[in-house]
């Protein structure tokens, strides 16, 4: 697989439905009551979306919370990894969104 092979013994976090189906809406969720660290949230930048505001709205409010966001294969690699080496050498400074609650200094 893309992300290497597959383990059964990997708890995998959970998943939420397509954007138009609300699943900016399951994430924006996550956000408020400050239980996303990250977030993987692939969108075709070649296509007109119908819900542009939402994602939008959805992005926004990551910035505001400063969670680790990922909007292509590249850059959701490098987070695997990076969030890999932190678990593993104990270094919560490497994403600290996943290690405690953050405040955004626009906020």
């Known amino acids: 697989t893309l992300w290497g092979e597959d383990n059964p013994d990997i708890e995998y ?9 609300g699943g900016d809406a399951q994430i924006a969720a996550l956000m408020c009551v400050e239980d996303l660290g990250g ?21 926004r409010l990551a910035n ?3 969670v680790f966001v990922c909007t292509n294969p590249t850059s959701a690699m490098s987070m695997m990894h990076t969030l890999r080496r932190s678990l593993e050498d104990g270094c919560s400074a490497a994403i600290p969104s996943f290690f405690k609650t953050l405040e955004s200094p626009a906020v």
């Open 39 to 59: 977030m993987i949230f692939f969108v075709d930048p070649l296509s007109a979306h119908p819900h542009q505001a939402d994602i939008d709205s959805l992005l």
């Open 13 to 21: 976090g959970l998943t939420c439905t397509s954007g138009p189906l």
């Open 64 to 66: 505001c919370g400063n």
